[in-house]
């Protein structure tokens, strides 16, 4: 079982920032696509950004273009959502997702979660 560690979840206010990282086992993370999915109470499971492996593509939900940016750091085994002007329906847990391809990343390894909570 790969495990994956997020961090950096919390409460902050509309219109802020959070970044979200995850930590995985260096010789899995090299050879895995990555990516976050979220998870809000009475909501289906949202794929919201991917990455390839050499972090040469993303892909991102249509509901998080333009203020979410996510990352990778292969050196460090490392993955990152940059969060930017958050907003109540950002509001979820978040959970890191490798799989060795983005196509099947619903069937991957997942991390534990991280709560984002979007709130004044």
């Known amino acids: 079982q790969v495990r994956f560690v997020e961090s950096g979840g919390g409460l902050v206010q509309p219109g802020g920032s959070l970044r979200l990282s995850c930590a995985a086992p260096k010789i899995i993370f090299s050879i895995y696509a990555m990516g976050w999915y979220r998870q809000a109470p009475g909501k289906q499971r949202e794929l919201v950004a991917a990455?390839?492996?050499?972090?040469?593509?993303?892909n991102y939900a249509d509901s998080v273009k333009g203020r979410f940016t996510i990352s990778r750091d292969n050196a460090k085994s490392k993955v990152y959502l940059e969060m930017n002007n958050l907003n109540a329906e950002d509001t979820a847990v978040y959970y890191c997702?490798?799989?060795?391809?983005?196509?099947?990343?619903?069937?991957?390894?997942w991390g534990q979660g991280t709560q984002v909570t979007v709130s004044s």
């Open positions: 997702v490798g799989a060795p391809s983005i196509s099947t990343m619903a069937g991957g390894s």
């Open positions: 990455i390839t492996r050499d972090g040469s593509s993303t």
